[in-house]
T-cell receptor, first 115, second 112 residues
Framework: AQTVTQSQPEMSVQEAETVTLSCTYD???????LFWYKQPPSRQMILVIR????KQQNATENRFSVNFQKAAKSFSLKISDSQLGDAAMYFC????????????WGAGTKLIIKP | NAGVTQTPKFQVLKTGQSMTLQCAQD?????MSWYRQDPGMGLRLIHY???????DQGEVPNGYNVSRSTTEDFPLRLLSAAPSQTSVYFC???????????FGDGTRLSIL
């Protein structure tokens, strides 16, 4: 069975600096999708970035980028120029390419931004 | 564009009571899911549906029922509420493939 592990329950970073959140996963599949979601105190779940496993190029979305290491089954999220609004829980999620398309979630990392 | 709408946002129940959490989406998505979120844990899948009339169990289905009579609606029923079901519940929908899930705002449910 697939699993997703986020080994950092909490991270803190100074405003304007860069922080990297870790995510590893276990799967025997060769094709799949990976996602990072953000959950601010408002409780909404917001998509940050996604990566298709067949793409070698790392996905980027403005200040957010990933380091996707397929052989190592690692999918870390880098946030550049951290802002106070980035403070939230961040969840990593895996989706297999089967007919059900369900997500498997990590336990989350709480990101604290220090002003 | 409403997206995924969950009602109610908050609910307090007594042990043994039953209730239905409502979820509706207006994006014509085939795939819908119910999750629960507990402190220190990721989202855990309760039930999901891959289309109208088709549902299946997720990781933690005990104590919950679902049905999918239309593409738009996917209600979650608590049959006999227990304190262990105190949680935040999220409904989500998506198109499949690499498309992300769209989430409702969640329901905070407390069972006394």
């Amino acid at each position: 069975a697939q699993t997703v592990t986020q080994s950092q329950p909490e991270m803190s970073v100074q405003e304007a600096e860069t922080v990297t959140l870790s995510c590893t996963y276990d799967t025997s599949e060769s094709d799949y999708y990976l996602f990072w979601y953000k959950q601010p105190p408002s409780r909404q779940m917001i998509l940050v970035i996604r990566q298709e496993a067949y793409k070698q190029q790392n996905a980027t979305e403005n200040r957010f980028s990933v380091n996707f290491q397929k052989a190592a089954k690692s999918f870390s999220l880098k946030i550049s120029d951290s802002q106070l609004g980035d403070a939230a829980m961040y969840f990593c999620a895996y989706r297999a390419l089967d007919s059900n398309y369900q997500l498997i979630w990590g336990a989350g990392t709480k990101l604290i931004i220090k002003p | 564009n409403a997206g995924v709408t969950q009602t109610p946002k908050f609910q307090v129940l007594k042990t043994g009571q039953s209730m239905t959490l409502q979820c509706a989406q207006d994006m014509n998505h085939e795939y819908m899911s119910w999750y629960r979120q507990d402190p220190g844990m990721g989202l855990r899948l309760i039930h999901y549906s891959v289309g109208a009339g088709i549902t299946d169990q997720g990781e933690v289905p005990n104590g919950y029922n679902v049905s999918r009579s239309t593409t738009e609606d996917f209600p979650l029923r608590l049959l006999s509420a227990a304190p262990s079901q105190t949680s935040v519940y999220f409904c989500a929908s998506h198109e499949g493939g690499n498309q992300p899930q769209h989430f409702g705002d969640g329901t905070r449910l407390s069972i006394l």
